[in-house]
């Protein structure tokens, strides 16, 4: 399985981003793909995640009713919508994949087996 984010960039604070995540390779709907953010001098921290093969999410408290993630199955993509950006969402984002546990261990990135490069998100002030 091989992942590649996008859709990084330099947005002002109360705009919106979307990033996208394409997944390639032997995809089971039954697996998770998560979403965490790391800001530089911290550690990596979970933000979203969903089960591929329904509507299942789960949401960190700091991004609730701000961001949402979503797939679409057909094209082995999933995409993290950003609206109500805040300087403090500035960070390296990463998709990844879990496929052993559902959504037992969504949040915990150890669990996760499968990673994309990162994008990188900056919201300005």
């Known amino acids: 399985v091989q992942l590649q984010a996008s859709g990084g960039g330099l947005v002002q604070a109360g705009g919106s981003l979307r990033l996208s995540c394409v997944a390639s390779g032997r995809i089971n709907r039954n697996y998770v793909m998560g979403w965490f953010r790391q800001a530089p001098g911290k550690e990596r921290e979970f933000v979203a995640a969903?089960?591929?093969?329904?509507?299942?999410?789960k949401y960190a408290n700091s991004v609730k009713g701000r961001f949402t993630v979503s797939t679409d199955n057909a094209e082995n993509t999933s995409y993290l919508s950003m609206n109500s950006l805040k300087p403090e969402d500035t960070a390296v984002y990463y998709c990844?994949?879990?496929?052993?546990?559902?959504?037992?261990?969504?949040?915990?990135?150890?669990?996760?087996?499968?990673w994309g490069q990162g994008t990188l998100v900056t919201v300005s002030s």
């Open positions: 990844a994949i879990e496929t052993r546990s559902g959504f037992s261990y969504y949040s915990v990135s150890g669990q996760y087996d499968y």
């Open positions: 969903i089960i591929l093969c329904g509507h299942t999410t």
